[in-house]
């Protein structure tokens, strides 16, 4: 159980495009999904926590314009990285916390994104 | 401020060798939970333990065990018998609970596993 989809794997772009990035709960129903980005042999970074029907709340130095989160259902939240630039390169990670369990959080397989 | 330390950057030890990973953490909270991650080459983080602040007991999970000992602020994660496939990186993790209810993580650095067979 607490299984977690994203979607791509890995995603290549073009200076100035954007790229949309799917989190899914597979079984299971998060109220509260995160973004986190994670660049080479580097800890993970929170960029925002998202709750299914409401604004999502992003981490200081964050642009929340740039970096797009929609959580509209209970199992599915997008991240969708606006007008990308080569420095938005890196891997992206989401994760779900199980509602009622100990806040542990469960992770999806992350997406790799290059800009070019 | 809630802070969690992995001072070991990278280790690297011989097949059937045991190795502890240390974490040590500041938080004010008096709940709190604390995680254990390991994240393979492949990317994906994978849940191996959490512990609530009241539970001190140590855990043991086939060749993977953890000590949490709050006097030292310290959750500990030993692997017995270590394998190749244990090389990955490993985070130890804080929740910090935010003012609407919800809860953040705060990661460790990260420990770099490399087991030589």
């Known amino acids: 159980g607490a299984v977690v989809s994203q979607h791509p794997s890995r995603v290549i772009c073009k200076s100035g495009t954007s790229v949309k990035i799917e989190c899914r709960s597979l079984?299971?129903?998060?109220?509260?999904m995160f973004w986190y980005r994670q660049f080479p042999k580097q800890s993970l970074m929170l960029m925002a926590t998202?709750?299914?029907?409401?604004?999502?709340?992003?981490e200081q130095g964050v642009e929340k314009d740039k970096f797009l989160i929609n959580h509209a259902s209970l199992t599915l939240s997008t991240l969708t990285v606006t007008s990308a630039h080569p420095e938005d390169s890196s891997f992206y990670i989401c994760?779900?916390?199980?509602?009622?369990?100990?806040?542990?959080?469960?992770f999806g397989p992350g997406t790799r994104l290059t800009v070019t | 401020a809630q802070k969690v330390t992995q001072a070991q950057t990278e280790i690297s030890v011989v097949e059937k060798e045991d190795v502890t990973l240390d974490c040590v953490y500041e938080?004010?909270?008096?709940?709190?939970?604390l995680f254990w991650y390991k994240q393979p080459p492949s990317g994906e983080l994978v849940f191996l333990i959490r512990?609530?602040?009241?539970?001190?007991q140590n855990e043991i999970s086939g060749r993977y065990s953890w000590n949490f000992q709050k006097s030292t602020s310290s959750f500990n994660f030993t692997i017995t018998a270590s394998q190749v496939v244990d090389s990955a990186v490993y985070f130890c993790?804080?929740?910090?609970?935010?003012?609407?209810?919800?809860?953040?993580?705060?990661f460790g650095t990260g420990t770099r596993l490399k087991v030589l067979a």
């Open positions: 079984d299971f129903q998060a109220t509260t």
């Open positions: 993790a804080l929740s910090e609970r935010l003012g609407s209810g919800t809860y953040k993580y705060i």
């Open positions: 994760s779900a916390r199980v509602t009622g369990l100990g806040n542990e959080q469960y």
């Open positions: 998202s709750n299914e029907g409401s604004k999502a709340t992003y």
């Open positions: 512990r609530n602040s009241f539970d001190e």
């Open positions: 938080t004010r909270d008096t709940t709190y939970y």
